[in-house]
């Protein structure tokens, strides 16, 4: 199976399952936007063959990702709400062990995900981080560590 195919079938199955409807226009815009992606894909990042990846992997990524959302949004609303309003803000370099490119967007990603946090760019190994709660001294893979050890085993 050819790379452009195999991404066009998962983001089509992806589409499938985040719309959960199988109206004949959702099929079609389901269907040319995942093939679109998948050759702007292919041609972007022109690897061997396709990356094998493991689900247990992908479930536990997920689950790293849904925990921080929630947690980083309780953290969020308190210091937004509550009286100490003061924000710490900084702009981070972190340096990833991540090799491929894809799985070092994906950290951006959900860096950029997480409220408080921005990946401002992606430069070879490291990336630039605004966060609104620094603490100065800390270490800045904490922001990064546990979304890096997820990625890691996709």
């Known amino acids: 199976m050819g790379r452009v195919t195999f991404w066009t079938l998962f983001l089509f199955l992806m589409w499938l399952f985040l719309t959960s409807s199988l109206d004949l226009q959702n099929l079609l815009v389901g269907a040319a936007a995942s ?9 972007m990042f022109k690897e061997g063959e396709v990356e094998k990846f493991s689900i247990i992997g ?3 990524y997920l689950y790293v990702l849904g925990k921080n959302l929630v947690i980083s949004n309780f953290r969020i609303s308190k210091k937004i709400l509550g009286k100490k309003r003061k924000l710490n803000t900084a702009i981070v370099a972190v340096k990833t062990d991540l090799k491929s490119d894809w ?4 950290l951006a990603n959900s860096i950029t995900l997480t409220p408080g946090t ?3 760019e992606i430069k070879d190994d490291t990336l ?10 800390a270490d800045p893979r904490e922001i990064t560590k546990e979304f890096e050890d997820a990625i890691a085993k996709i």
């Open 103 to 106: 799985r070092k967007l994906l």
């Open 128 to 137: 630039f981080i605004h966060t609104i709660e620094y603490v100065e001294g």
């Open 35 to 43: 093939y679109a992606v998948a050759l702007l894909y292919t041609r």
């Open 58 to 60: 992908i479930a536990n």
């Open 118 to 120: 921005l990946t401002l």
